[in-house]
């Protein structure tokens, strides 16, 4: 299974290259912000992370079924990553950034989601 912090993975790469088409420029992987955000506009005090669903534990959706073995182990990891992000997104908030989640099952529908960007960032 792949690493939770991996860098430039595809559902990354698909994202940023959305935002760059629809005419957005930014900074990649912000080590002094919280949480390292993926995408980082300065100009419209945004960010943007990319979300695995197992990892980040995308509410209702099918892709984050916990493992049947290990279960508390699982649970116990899991939760420890959602606290994390929740805790990232309000002091990210709290230092006056706006803050959009995409989360990789959305990549499956492309204009679907190029809305909600656009949504997001075209103030
Ligand atoms: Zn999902």
């Known amino acids: 299974m792949a690493a939770i912090r991996s860098r430039h993975t595809k559902p990354e790469i698909v ?8 005419g957005f ?7 002094s912000l919280p949480g390292k955000p993926d995408v980082v506009l300065n100009k419209y005090c945004s960010v943007v992370f990319v ?4 990892w980040h534990r995308h509410k209702g959706c099918r892709r984050c079924a916990t493992p049947k ?3 508390e182990y699982w649970n116990a990891k899991l939760a420890g990553n959602v606290k994390r992000d929740a805790k990232h997104i ?23 989601l190029e809305k909600k960007l656009l949504a997001f960032l075209a103030l």
């Open 15 to 22: 994202v940023r290259s959305i935002i760059h088409r629809l």
């Open 69 to 71: 073995s290990n279960q």
């Open 25 to 31: 420029r930014f900074r990649l992987h912000v080590g």
């Open 90 to 112: 309000k002091d990210l908030k709290k230092l006056g950034w706006r803050v959009l989640v995409v989360w990789e099952c959305e990549l499956k529908n492309i204009p679907k």
């Open 51 to 54: 979300h695995g669903c197992f």
